[in-house]
């Protein structure tokens, strides 16, 4: 077994279970480990401390296990996915008839760093961040067939753009299971085209299902405004909740069609949505002020820290918009889903643009992923998307 040496000192956050062990942290390595083999981590003293994957970069350790006796086989694949499964079950997210689309196993926060699988109706969505994922893909995909025990029949594999490109690991997306066709899935009761082939992250938005529940229950009568709407999640969900009218924008042509095609199927010939594929800066600059709900969810505006003040200053811009349009008595929902930006660096952004128009501002909610997005408590950075609901005077 390789062995990565920490530096003096270094053990430190690893005592309080965290997940990681940095580049900088390591004194010396016994070995020459390839991308993705597990490795054992000791302390300066020789004592073990952790196991995980090695990669070359920044995260150098994803820690799997804090303990020495713990072999990283088929049977702990297997542990880990029940764990994470049953916990979906005891908090009433799986195995319910009006909602089969959850997250199964979200990284650090299922102790599976480097690691997702969402699951759609009968199709489960796995995707590697690590190239030790990467390479065990098999054997998780054989232990979640024996962890959901006929629940599903296809495990798509969809990890192109998300695993490191200097690891020369060439991933295909793929079927490694099944070969289905059928991606519709359903969402509290409303039904979803799910675009796993071409579609964002694996294929939809899981984490916002909480957040657009909540939109459904303040969109009665409303004029609705959904920015960056991508599959129309929060169209959907406002039409169910008897909105006058709902307007969906998004600069790609072809989330505007997914968003209509998922319009058409739980509304079919409902004239009240409207979409448009056009820069969500320029829809804004145009449009009136014939919205009182405007939902503001844009994509991660800083990937890294080094993009942050950047990011800052977009959100500030895209929320002074809102505020400048939104008919009093509005309410806003806007969020945050850049890891790089804290709650306090996005409630700075949004509280300046609101000063920035002079208007009155109450917070009605403060938003956070959903319960199947858990954060694993020694893992602060695993909580990143933010969201704020705001009345507007």
Avoid at 85 to 104: C, E, F, K, V, W
Avoid at 248 to 259: E, G, N, P, Q, R
Avoid at 368 to 393: C, F, M, R, S, W
Wanted: with cysteine; charged share 25%.
């Amino acid at each position: 077994m390789y062995k990565i040496i920490l530096k003096r000192g270094k053990e430190e956050s690893l005592q309080r279970f965290h997940p990681w062990v940095f580049s900088g942290a390591i004194a010396r390595i016994e070995g020459e480990p390839e991308e993705g083999e597990v490795v054992d981590v000791y302390t300066s003293q020789g004592e073990f401390i952790a196991k995980g994957h090695w990669q070359i970069g920044s995260i150098a350790v994803r820690v799997l296990s804090f303990r020495a006796d713990e072999a990283i086989d088929t049977d702990f694949w297997k542990r880990r996915l029940a764990t994470a499964y049953a916990m979906r079950q005891h908090i009433g997210i799986a195995g319910r008839s009006d909602n089969n689309t959850y997250r199964l196993v979200h990284g650090e926060g299922d102790n599976l760093p480097g690691l997702v699988i969402d699951i759609y109706a009968r199709t489960a969505v796995m995707q590697a961040h690590s190239a030790g994922m990467h390479l065990v893909r098999m054997q998780i995909a054989a232990a979640l067939n024996e962890v959901m025990q006929g629940a599903i029949d296809n495990i798509y594999y969809k990890s192109e753009t998300t695993l490191p490109f200097k690891a020369d690991l060439y991933p295909e997306n793929g079927f490694l299971q099944g070969g289905s066709r059928d991606n519709v899935a359903t969402e509290y009761g409303l039904q979803f085209h799910i675009d796993w082939l071409k579609g964002q992250k694996t294929g939809f938005f899981v984490d916002q299902r909480e957040n657009r529940a909540l939109l459904e229950r303040y969109a009665h009568g409303r004029s609705v405004l959904n920015m960056f709407c991508y599959t129309g999640g929060f169209s959907v969900y406002a039409m169910r909740g008897g909105a006058k009218l709902v307007h969906s924008v998004d600069s790609s042509a072809k989330a505007i069609d997914l968003t209509n095609k998922n319009i058409a199927l739980n509304f079919p010939g409902d004239e009240r949505h409207e979409a448009y594929a056009e820069d969500a800066f320029k829809y804004l600059d145009r449009m009136g002020d014939q919205y009182d709900l405007i939902i503001l969810d844009p994509p991660a505006f800083a990937k890294h820290r080094d993009a942050l003040r950047n990011a800052l200053q977009g959100y500030r811009k895209l929320n002074v918009k809102a505020f400048e349009k939104i008919k009093p008595g509005g309410i806003l929902f806007t969020f945050s889903c850049s890891q790089a930006v804290s709650k306090e660096n996005f409630r700075t952004a949004v509280f300046t643009a609101a000063a920035m128009t002079g208007r009155s501002v109450r917070i009605l909610h403060q938003l956070t992923q959903p319960a199947d997005h858990p954060v694993n408590i020694y893992h602060p950075e695993g909580e990143y998307l933010k969201g704020l609901v705001l009345y507007v005077e």
